[in-house]
């Protein structure tokens, strides 16, 4: 299972498991966060900024942070949760948990899509990241498009924390 939370929501997702893999995206200009409190097994931690193309002075998501964020995914034991969060729990960590679930479930990228949608009105993956993804994993494009379809999630400065699971069908 995949656990998807905003940084403001982290501690409280974090108290529910015994032991999980956390996977942290945040953007350079965070402060520095003391994670010592956490039982977590592993921790993988990527900088970037939550922009859906190159911007100058602004660090993109790229084939490395994608490429991190599967291997990750690949990394997991299969009975342990992974949390993922971003700042807001609505882009960044939407989009890696996605990406996830459809490096381990080929062909099922629309119905994880509409899973996301479910299971939190507020996702709004990061496109760039979908993009990436979906050429890394060779889906031709249909990620991309699944995620078109949910379209972008209701406006909000924060998400609710949300769970995606990783095997399909589900």
């Known amino acids: 299972m995949i656990y998807v939370s905003s940084l403001g929501g982290l501690a409280a997702v974090a108290d529910l498991l015994p032991s999980f893999d956390l996977l942290t995206l945040l953007s350079p200009t965070t402060s520095e966060r003391d994670w010592s409190g956490l039982a977590r097994e592993r921790h993988v931690e990527l900088t970037f900024h939550d922009i859906v193309e190159v911007t100058p002075d602004l660090i993109a998501p790229d084939a490395d942070v994608v490429d991190a964020i599967l291997q990750f995914g690949r990394g997991s034991i299969a009975d342990r949760p992974m949390l993922i969060h971003c700042w807001a ?7 890696a948990a ?35 993804a979906d050429e890394q994993l ?30 399909w069908p589900i």
Do not use: H, W
């Open 138 to 167: 060779g889906r031709k494009g249909r990620m991309v498009e699944a995620i078109a379809c949910i379209g972008r999630g209701a406006d909000a400065f924060e998400g609710e924390p949300y769970r995606l699971p990783l095997s």
């Open 89 to 95: 729990g609505i882009s960044r960590s939407s989009a």
């Open 98 to 132: 996605y990406a996830i679930a459809c490096d381990r479930n080929p062909g099922y990228e629309a119905a994880i899509a509409d899973e996301l949608r479910k299971r939190s009105p507020y996702v709004t993956p990061n496109k760039l990241m979908v993009q990436l």
